[in-house]
């Protein structure tokens, strides 16, 4: 196969205790979040520059931070994570990534780049790797790059996940909240997710297992986008727009909360354009991420 296209859902975490490790496999979250039907999809093209099946791994094993020729909205960049994965799989691509959310808004653009990726250069290189397998591989990725702990599991899984232990899988463990509401989201700009997981993380993990316990007494998304609102404040992470945003959907009735990690807003239903907000809108993504059909 020449050519392969997977999508990823945009991920907005709602809340998170981070639990990094040296093992990025191992390294994670304890969360929630949602999974959104607006997201990314990652085109992986071979090149003649791939190595062969059965071709000595380390002689041609791609330097993680060149491994690939890749666009990002038609603009040449670089993203680690998708990088990374590359490397890991030992293949050689063309990397297309559109995305449909914003990129460094806490959308969990890099993470859904790294898993889309990975299933998309399966497809292409006949690698014969299976799901958790490629899940692993994109995780791993995404968290030795620092920018991100839960994304790529959340984003495989599709719909609310939650995160009951941190890692890939073979060491995390997924729940969910069983409803897909219509989410609203404007974003601000970037907030750096690295310099947030760089710093003092014990405020951030005690808000987070407190949202946690909470959503898991009463697992609904009504609770989840409460539980939400809640963390950002006890966590001190929200920065001045979101709050404002927040509290205007509030004054309408609503449920809002600031996306982890990124200047952007996210509202149950139509809470944001009842505040008077010009808003994106979409379903939560149902399924998760996959290959195209026929792929």
Excluded: I, K, W
């Amino acid at each position: 196969m020449d050519e392969a296209t997977a999508f990823a859902p945009g991920h907005v975490t709602a809340f998170f205790a981070p639990y990094p490790d040296d093992d990025p496999v191992r390294a994670g979250s304890r969360g929630a979040g949602l999974a959104l039907s607006d997201g990314v999809e990652v085109t992986v093209r071979a090149t003649d520059a791939t190595p062969a099946a059965g071709d000595d791994a380390d002689s041609h094993a791609p330097d993680a931070a060149d491994p690939a020729a890749l666009e990002l909205d038609g603009v040449p960049a670089e993203m680690e994570p998708v990088s990374r994965v590359l490397a890991d799989l030992n293949v050689v691509a063309e990397v297309e990534v559109e995305s449909a959310v914003p990129v460094g808004a806490g959308f969990g653009v890099s993470g859904a780049a790294a898993l889309a990726t990975a299933l998309a250069a399966n497809a292409v290189f006949d690698l014969e790797r299976s799901e958790n397998d490629l899940v692993r591989v994109a995780h791993a990725a995404e968290a030795a790059a620092g920018t991100g702990l839960g994304d790529v599991v959340g984003q495989f899984r599709g719909g609310l996940p939650v995160r009951l232990e941190p890692g890939a899988p073979g060491y995390g463990r997924l729940d969910g909240v069983p409803a897909r509401p219509r989410v609203e989201y404007v974003s601000f700009g970037e907030l750096s997710t690295e310099r947030v997981l760089d710093g003092a993380l014990d405020p951030v993990r005690e808000a987070g297992e407190a949202a946690l316990t909470r959503l898991m007494r009463r697992p609904t998304a009504t609770e989840l986008f409460a539980a939400g609102r809640e963390f950002a404040g006890e966590a001190g992470l929200l920065v001045p727009e979101v709050a404002e945003a927040v509290e205007a959907v509030e004054a309408e009735g609503g449920l809002a909360s600031m996306a982890m990690l990124g200047r952007t807003v996210y509202a149950l239903g139509t809470g944001l354009s009842d505040a008077g907000y010009d808003a994106e809108a979409c379903p939560v993504h149902p399924t998760g991420a996959t290959l195209h059909p026929g792929e």
